[in-house]
């Protein structure tokens, strides 16, 4: 049975438990105070709890009235088909609503889940990776 409860506060949150969410999300090794920083310059996030451990989460960057970017959407394995990733969703544009527009960039073969809440592709997103080799043999670049 679960004991779900959601928050946006960072106050006492394990960073070792959502690094763990990604690795088996899988959505790769993620630094736990390298999530603290990126959680804590985020605009908007949400925390999904499972009696009280941090088994889902997801953040807004976003400039208060143009852009919001949802990223690092994630949720352990044992808690998908559930609903809660679609709710982590349902909130994060929620609290997004008031800008102009809201981007994402999913994780290959993903696409669909997201189009449910009214994504759509663009033609003409762009990126620069860190290892574009990497990115591209993961499917998120067409070309290096």
Known sequence: ???ITWTEDLTG???DDLAEVYRLAPLGERDPHKLEQ???NSMFKCFVLDDGRVV?????????ADCAYLCDIALLPSHQGRGLGGEIIRRLV?????HDKIILYAAPGKEPLYEKFGF?????????????AKAYSDGYLTRV
């Not at 759509?120 to 574009?132: G, K, L, Q, Y």
Request: glycine share 8%; hydrophobic share 50%.
């Open 13 to 15: 949150l394990d960073w």
């Open 120 to 132: 759509r592709p663009m033609a003409t997103a762009m990126a620069i990776f860190e290892d574009p």
């Open 94 to 98: 929620d609290m997004s609503k008031f």
């Open 1 to 3: 049975m679960l004991t």
């Open 56 to 64: 889902g989460a997801g953040r807004v960057l976003a400039d208060g």
């Open 38 to 40: 990126t959680f804590s």
